[in-house]
């Protein structure tokens, strides 16, 4: 595995991004996880538009953030913070509160009212200093800052009214006074406290409001900015949040931005206001409920409850619902009423999409792996020099970024320790020691920072991962890793395998293990429930679940980063799934193509050179005939002409007609695709077919299909002109073509003569396939394959049912796994067979070839799905050639083998048991 040594200098990086487990300003990453952040901007502008100082009436600028526990809410605060600093002379922002840290004597409106008086310091110190106090007539005398300025004034009013609120200052104020007037001066300020706040609130605001644009001589309107983060953690303070929230957010230059946990903020709501009813009870019976009662059954009968009580009656249990549900509906209210629907933006978990590109400044979680994995690791793999994640393999990580972060951090950790000098002067037995700790703490991290893998920590290190004191004592079970989060531990064992050299563990129950998970990625998750089932219909035909099969024998015959990059290929798939069941399927041709380019791209990306080569090996060892389905899959694709499929595209309205389950049908499409080529191909080249003669000059005779021919001449005369077909032309035109089919398909029942095409290079596979070594004494698969093909073969014709016998032996023979002599010349006959074996054409009745010769001409001028695609035939020559290369380099492969243990390779396949794969 190569190596990625990072070019970035360590030191500068440590001082530009430093990497920390705590939250931070993401920036562009925000919308990985707050897909509405510049909606969220948006809004803000929206507000500052609307804040004018002759506006009337109130407003409400509260902004909501919510998710749930660590999913990056203060994280988007620090974010959101960052993008208003570039701004600073037009957004006043308060620092974060946090509810959770108050004590039981610190209110959030007092905690508001302490930061204002900071911001008002800041800007008194900021007027002190400024150079045009013209702009501040009120606050200076003779140049210098009077003690009673406005903007001091309106603060220690402000504080005054906020503590005639505060039940402690009241009781103060009432028994503190020298006469009665005094006395009535002073209660008259209690009466309507909160009112007055307001009033001062709004007051002050507007001052510094005032005051920031004259410092910064702005035009555009300032807003303060109030921040508090985990507004649900505090039961306790929610009530008092929300009172809080309705005294000071109504002013059109006041900005609250909230982050918290919706549900857990309705419930502690909830439970304030059952609290406040005196309901403390319903509560406490019931600790850590969330009441999740279902609104509509208690309305249709308050008898029927979620809540199980056991000590009331059902009537009076009812009763106590009904409140709570009332309750809850009036929590849901409040809620509305403080963060409007229209300005709540809801975190998203990181995905295994998105979980690659977590990073810290330009690095990102996937650079970080593959400098500590190397190229071609299983999390990555690199085309055209870009590095795309094999998302699967990303599963082991958690989805949010409390828990990302800490891996992120400790494999940053790695990478810098493995970058040290004193590090790399180690000899290799000193770095897996050094190596062995840091590794060991890394696969706990990613453990029990993931909310699902911590569940089944203790199990997997007690049945599937044993730690030892180093590598070469520790050992992997791979019997007990399987269920939900099979994958996850493979993934990390495998990490861990590439980390630390030694680990022992069973190949055998690898694969097993890999199989048994992998089986069930490599189908639709609504088909998984019936895998089983399918698994039984592979071995029914050859064409029932044909690119499952074919995909499956890699998948079980590789290493696991092949087969995750496999199934990340297939993952790009357009189609909801990239396998069909029979060949009836509509987008069968559409499917086989990708398929095969994906089989051909993994390949070209795999880190092993020679994966064919194994996979042949695989095929004689294992005896899978899922992979002996791949080959076949494979070779059938690359050795089908450009001019069979041009063909079978331009027909493929006649050769639906052939999709259907009766025996034979397939090879009976195959055939009408060789002969419409073959009636194209003498047409064009104004030759005849058989007794008819195409060419103008020589149609004399009259058919019943004449009007249809003269019309599909219209057509194609039309289009050359450039004209427009309309529909009903297009819908007659589709009529012929049906009726056409239709024919053709109840003219090949029965037993028919099948003319074999002579042609150089079925003469010359036909005499490769019989000239092949075969062993000694006719004793082979081979030999006797050619016995039996041979008795049917009469001067260039068969009968149908012969033709396909001879089909089906050999497509039995280059299919079989135990086979050691004859496949390849199997292959390249049964290529042959399918592509140069056409009907007769004494089949047709009289003017049948020259209306399918028609049909074929307005198909290629009407249709721009029929062009040849040069670079998917290079691909199949490619593979082809691939193929080739690999089934020969294995067979010499095996037989020097033998040779050193006194064995021929007919000895090893006369001592395989059954016929293989024969069918």
């Known amino acids: 595995m190569k190596v990625i040594h990072t070019v970035i200098n360590r030191e500068q990086e440590t001082n530009e991004v430093q990497v920390y487990i705590g939250a931070r300003a993401l920036k562009d990453q925000i919308g990985l996880i707050l897909p509405t952040y510049d909606l969220l901007l948006e809004h803000i502008e929206q507000m500052r538009s609307v804040s004018l100082p002759q506006r009337q009436g109130e407003t409400n600028n509260t902004i909501g953030i919510f998710g749930a526990r660590g999913t990056g809410k203060t994280s988007a605060i620090y974010t959101i913070r960052e993008e208003l600093a570039k701004n600073e002379g037009i957004n006043i922002m308060l620092p974060i509160i946090e509810p959770d840290n108050f004590g039981d004597n610190t209110?959030?409106?007092?905690?508001?009212?302490?930061?204002?008086?900071?911001?008002?310091?800041?800007?008194?110190?900021?007027?002190?200093?400024?150079?045009?106090?013209?702009?501040?007539?009120?606050?200076?005398?003779?140049?210098?800052?009077?003690?009673?300025?406005?903007?001091?004034?309106?603060?220690?009013?402000?504080?005054?009214?906020?503590?005639?609120?505060?039940?402690?200052?009241?009781?103060?104020?009432?028994?503190?006074?020298?006469?009665?007037?005094?006395?009535?001066?002073?209660?008259?300020?209690?009466?309507?406290?909160?009112?007055?706040?307001?009033?001062?609130?709004?007051?002050?605001?507007?001052?510094?409001?005032?005051?920031?644009?004259?410092?910064?001589?702005?035009?555009?309107?300032?807003?303060?900015?109030?921040?508090?983060?985990?507004?649900?953690?505090?039961?306790?303070?929610?009530?008092?949040?929300?009172?809080?929230?309705?005294?000071?957010?109504?002013?059109?230059?006041?900005?609250?931005?909230?982050?918290?946990?919706?549900?857990?903020?309705?419930?502690?709501?909830?439970?304030?206001?059952?609290?406040?009813?005196?309901?403390?009870?319903?509560?406490?019976?019931?600790?850590?409920?969330?009441?999740?009662?279902?609104?509509?059954?208690?309305?249709?009968?308050?008898?029927?409850?979620?809540?199980?009580?056991?000590?009331?009656?059902?009537?009076?249990?009812?009763?106590?619902?009904?409140?709570?549900?009332?309750?809850?509906?009036?929590?849901?209210?409040?809620?509305?009423?403080?963060?409007?629907?229209?300005?709540?933006?809801?975190?998203?978990?990181?995905?295994?999409?998105?979980?690659?590109?977590?990073?810290?400044?330009?690095?990102?979680?996937?650079?970080?792996?593959?400098?500590?994995?190397?190229?071609?690791?299983?999390?990555?793999?690199?085309?055209?020099?870009?590095?795309?994640?094999?998302?699967?393999?990303?599963?082991?990580?958690?989805?949010?970024?409390?828990?990302?972060?800490?891996?992120?951090?400790?494999?940053?950790?790695?990478?810098?320790?493995?970058?040290?000098?004193?590090?790399?002067?180690?000899?290799?037995?000193?770095?897996?020691?050094?190596?062995?700790?840091?590794?060991?703490?890394?696969?706990?991290?990613?453990?029990?920072?993931?909310?699902?893998?911590?569940?089944?920590?203790?199990?997997?290190?007690?049945?599937?991962?044993?730690?030892?004191?180093?590598?070469?004592?520790?050992?992997?079970?791979?019997?007990?890793?399987?269920?939900?989060?099979?994958?996850?531990?493979?993934?990390?064992?495998?990490?861990?395998?590439?980390?630390?050299?030694?680990?022992?563990?069973?190949?055998?129950?690898?694969?097993?293990?890999?199989?048994?998970?992998?089986?069930?990625?490599?189908?639709?998750?609504?088909?998984?429930?019936?895998?089983?089932?399918?698994?039984?219909?592979?071995?029914?035909?050859?064409?029932?679940?044909?690119?499952?099969?074919?995909?499956?024998?890699?998948?079980?015959?590789?290493?696991?980063?092949?087969?995750?990059?496999?199934?990340?290929l297939l993952s790009k798939s357009e189609f909801k799934t990239y396998y069909y069941e029979s060949y009836l399927d509509e987008e069968r041709d559409a499917k086989d193509r990708f398929v095969f380019v994906s089989i051909n791209k993994l390949l070209q990306l795999s880190t092993h050179s020679e994966l064919l080569k194994e996979l042949v090996h695989r095929s004689h060892d294992n005896q899978d005939k899922m992979l002996s389905e791949t080959f076949a899959f494979l070779r059938d694709i690359s050795t089908t002409t450009s001019e069979y499929s041009s063909t079978e595209r331009i027909f493929l309205r006649i050769l639906k007609r052939f999709d259907k389950t009766e025996s034979n049908d397939n090879e009976k499409r195959q055939l009408f695709v060789n002969t419409f080529a073959y009636i194209m191909k003498q047409a064009e080249k104004n030759e005849p077919i058989g007794k008819v003669d195409l060419r103008e000059a020589y149609i004399e005779t009259r058919t019943k299909y004449d009007r249809q021919i003269h019309f599909i001449k219209g057509l194609i005369s039309d289009i050359l002109e450039g004209k427009a077909l309309d529909e009903r032309a297009i819908r007659n035109m589709n009529k012929i073509i049906d009726a056409l089919g239709g024919a053709l398909y109840r003219q090949t029942t029965g037993n028919l003569n099948v003319k074999l095409q002579i042609s150089k290079r079925f003469i010359s596979v036909w005499n490769e396939f019989h000239a092949g070594y075969d062993g000694q004494d006719n004793n082979s698969r081979y030999a006797q394959t050619k016995i039996a093909v041979k008795k049917l073969w009469e001067n260039g014709m068969v009968e149908f049912y012969q033709y396909i016998d001879i089909y089906k032996k050999i497509r039995a023979l280059a299919n079989n796994n135990k086979v050691r002599f004859g496949r390849q010349e199997a292959n390249k006959l049964l290529a042959a067979l399918k592509q140069e074996v056409r009907f007769n054409t004494d089949l047709f009745e009289q003017g049948q070839s020259q209306l399918l010769y028609q049909v074929g001409t307005y198909i290629q001028y009407a249709s721009s799905e029929v062009k040849e695609d040069a670079d998917f035939e290079r691909m199949k020559e490619i593979m082809k050639q691939r193929l080739d290369i690999a089934y020969e380099e294995a067979k010499k492969e095996l037989e020097h083998d033998l040779e050193q243990i006194g064995l021929t390779l007919q000895d090893e396949e006369l001592n395989e048991p059954g016929d293989g794969n024969d069918r």
């Open 107 to 568: 209110k959030i409106l007092g905690s508001i009212v302490g930061l204002l008086k900071d911001v008002v310091e800041q800007q008194l110190e900021a007027i002190k200093e400024c150079h045009n106090q013209e702009d501040f007539p009120d606050y200076f005398n003779n140049c210098i800052l009077k003690d009673r300025n406005p903007l001091l004034q309106k603060m220690n009013e402000l504080i005054e009214y906020h503590l005639y609120t505060e039940s402690e200052y009241r009781t103060l104020l009432i028994h503190n006074y020298d006469d009665l007037a005094t006395h009535i001066k002073k209660s008259s300020r209690l009466l309507v406290p909160d009112i007055h706040f307001k009033q001062k609130l709004g007051a002050l605001i507007h001052e510094i409001v005032k005051g920031q644009a004259s410092l910064y001589s702005h035009t555009d309107p300032v807003m303060i900015f109030i921040f508090i983060d985990d507004i649900d953690l505090k039961t306790a303070k929610c009530r008092e949040l929300v009172e809080s929230i309705l005294q000071y957010a109504n002013h059109p230059n006041v900005v609250t931005i909230l982050s918290g946990d919706y549900e857990t903020l309705t419930e502690s709501l909830l439970q304030a206001l059952l609290k406040e009813e005196g309901l403390q009870h319903l509560i406490d019976q019931h600790p850590g409920s969330k009441f999740e009662l279902n609104v509509n059954e208690m309305r249709e009968s308050k008898l029927e409850l979620n809540v199980k009580e056991t000590t009331r009656t059902s009537v009076q249990s009812s009763k106590q619902i009904s409140i709570v549900e009332r309750k809850r509906e009036l929590s849901h209210e409040y809620i509305k009423k403080v963060i409007p629907p229209a300005r709540r933006h809801q975190m998203v978990n990181w995905t295994i999409d998105t979980i690659p590109n977590f990073a810290f400044g330009k690095r990102t979680l996937a650079t970080q792996l593959e400098e500590l994995l190397g190229e071609g690791n299983i999390f990555a793999y690199r085309e055209n020099d870009v590095l795309n994640p094999i998302r699967n393999s990303y599963q082991i990580f958690d989805e949010r970024p409390r828990g990302l972060v800490n891996v992120y951090y400790y494999i940053h950790q790695i990478n810098l320790l493995k970058s040290e000098d004193s590090f790399n002067q180690l000899t290799e037995e000193d770095k897996q020691k050094k190596l062995f700790p840091v590794v060991k703490s890394l696969v706990d991290t990613i453990i029990t920072s993931s909310t699902k893998l911590a569940l089944q920590q203790h199990d997997f290190l007690e049945k599937c991962l044993r730690w030892g004191s180093g590598a070469e004592n520790t050992y992997i079970d791979y019997r007990h890793i399987q269920g939900e989060n099979g994958l996850c531990f493979l993934v990390i064992c495998d990490l861990l395998k590439q980390q630390l050299h030694g680990i022992k563990f069973d190949q055998e129950h690898y694969y097993n293990a890999k199989q048994s998970v992998l089986m069930m990625l490599s189908v639709d998750a609504d088909d998984r429930t019936s895998l089983d089932k399918m698994i039984n219909l592979t071995e029914s035909s050859s064409w029932t679940y044909r690119l499952y099969k074919a995909v499956t024998g890699i998948v079980r015959n590789t290493d696991l980063r092949t087969s995750l990059l496999l199934l990340e």
